[in-house]
């Protein structure tokens, strides 16, 4: 089981994401971001999104969830 928490990527939020299929689990937080943190996702830069890409891949290949950097 995968826990993946907006937190995680730097939003003031408490949206979770749990699955078992880190496909599903980044498709879930895709959409989040872009229904709930539209102005900031649209915002961002590109750099910055492939940040937000990658420290997902990280988050999920972690698969605790704990947040503990
Ligand atoms: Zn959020």
Redesign the pocket.
Known sequence: MKVLK?RDLG?N?N?IVTGNNADNIKNDILN?LRK??TDSFFNMSEEDKADTYHRIDVLLSRGCGCGAL
């Open positions: 907006c939003n939020c949206f989040h709930d943190h």
